[in-house]
């Protein structure tokens, strides 16, 4: 890799690069590491295709993406990257702490830009309207559920609940087949509890934090709080249809809806073929449907910002290597007919990162390759463009370590008082939100 050699002299990503003959070499991370042998060996070839297209630029491609706990340190010693990853979580702090540069007057040369769903590319954008990075792709949580069960059941599976109370409905008649199965599960250890309460609670139009001036203050001691935790005891102790086996972490229900036990749980689409590959399950026994009640749903994302010292030939080849490939409509096709011959899923139902003719082409690519039933994941699809997604509280995982507690007292103890668990989170999630500048 050209690039690869170019890049060795200089680790500062704010030093220009550019050389005599009009050549640009920008460093870049979210190489896969070289043991995902498949992804690393295609991020490399799309360099090198992307190097033959423009003779001028050199790409230095680097394992990595965005980790809070080094970005500072990166950032302060020289060795952040001129175009780097980041989640949906980050662009907002790095954008008022001015560490991201601003690529607004150059995206007018890229008209895919435009194209970007409003909502997304507001997630990198500043209250100033300017805009510092883009997006590769989106994520939302729905309503996870095993089709074959449904029939057993008597439920259409065609149809999966658009409510809380069909959920509960649905689960008490899957747990009425016997036999061990399991209505509807949910987590609480690891932080996963206290993630899938966030998605619960955005269902039923809730917030785990408001911004109130300057300040975070937790905002599920409520009616919504009380309503998701109230339901799910009730799902467990009067109902039964939950299962006696609790304090349950991300692995389990991918598990237990291999094992064909489990009809339902929330979840994201890449779950599927993780319960294939991994847990034996089957691509046509499992159906996506939107988070129930759908007044919102937690959801997030990948993307690529800029260096804050990043000069304009490098912000300029940076965002033709993004438009080559991460922010690309076009760029589905060749991707698809990759993963399909290496056997990876294609079609499953994430949520679109375009509109206009760029979402035409994806879609066209995805029917094309399409190797799963994307027939099962229509009612999600459906309903995706009317369900607000909204992003993770500031300091998710401790907010969501506190929250797992309230999850995990719901669900292996029937006395449990959902008022009291409340207010003992509300207090301690405080505490964590006050930390948040």
């Not at 990948?302 to 000069?311: P, Q, T, V």
């Not at 300029?316 to 760029?331: I, N």
């Not at 094309?368 to 994307?374: D, F, G, L, S, T």
């Amino acid at each position: 890799m050209a690039g690869m050699a170019t890049g060795c002299g200089d680790d500062d990503g704010s030093g220009d690069k550019s050389s005599a003959d009009g050549k640009v070499t920008i460093t870049v991370n979210g190489l896969p590491p070289a043991t995902e042998t498949a992804n690393h060996q295609r991020f490399l070839d799309n360099v090198a295709e992307f190097e033959r297209q423009n003779p001028n630029i050199d790409i230095d491609a680097r394992e990595g993406k965005m980790d809070p706990q080094t970005f500072a340190a990166k950032l302060a010693g020289g060795q952040l990257e001129d175009v780097f990853y980041v989640y949906f979580t980050d662009p907002a702090n790095l954008i008022a702490k001015r560490q991201v540069a601003d690529i607004t007057a150059y995206t007018k040369d890229f008209p895919v830009v435009s194209q970007v769903r409003p909502e997304i590319l507001k997630v990198f954008s500043g209250n100033d309207g300017k805009v510092y990075g883009l997006p590769y792709k989106n994520y939302s949580l729905g309503l996870l559920y095993n089709r074959t069960l449904f029939t057993k059941a008597g439920l259409d599976p065609n149809s999966p609940p658009k409510t809380w109370a069909e959920v509960r409905e649905a689960a008490k008649k899957i747990t009425a087949l016997g036999d061990g199965h399991i209505g509807y599960g949910d987590y609480s250890k690891s932080n996963t509890g206290g993630w899938h309460f966030t998605a619960e609670l955005y269902s039923v139009g809730g917030d785990v934090a408001v911004k109130d001036g300057d300040t975070w203050k937790a905002a599920f001691n409520n009616d919504q709080g009380k309503q998701v935790l109230q339901q799910l005891k009730d799902m467990r102790w009067t109902d039964n249809s939950m299962g006696s086996r609790q304090l349950l972490e991300w692995a389990d229900l991918l598990q237990l809806m291999g094992s064909g036990k489990l009809g339902m749980y929330v979840a994201t689409a890449d779950n599927i073929p993780t319960i294939v590959n991994q847990y034996k399950g089957t691509f046509a026994d499992y159906g996506l449907g939107p988070i129930p009640d759908g007044k919102g749903t937690l959801g997030g994302g990948e993307g690529y910002m800029f260096n804050a010292k990043a000069s304009p030939e490098k912000i300029r080849a940076g965002l033709k290597w993004l438009t080559f490939w991460f922010t690309s409509a076009d760029r589905y096709e060749a991707e698809n007919k990759w993963s399909a011959e290496n056997k990876l899923p294609v079609g499953l139902p994430e949520p679109q990162i375009f509109t206009g003719a760029a979402a035409d082409t994806q879609a066209a690519a995805d029917k094309k390759y399409a190797n799963v039933p994307q027939e099962n994941y229509a009612p999600f699809v459906s309903a995706a463009a009317s369900i607000p997604v909204k992003l993770e509280p500031p300091n998710a995982q401790q907010v969501y370590a506190v929250l797992d507690v309230a999850m995990q007292k719901v669900l292996t103890d029937k006395n449990a008082n959902v008022d009291q668990l409340l207010a003992d989170a509300e207090k301690q999630v405080n505490t964590i939100l006050a930390t948040v500048k």
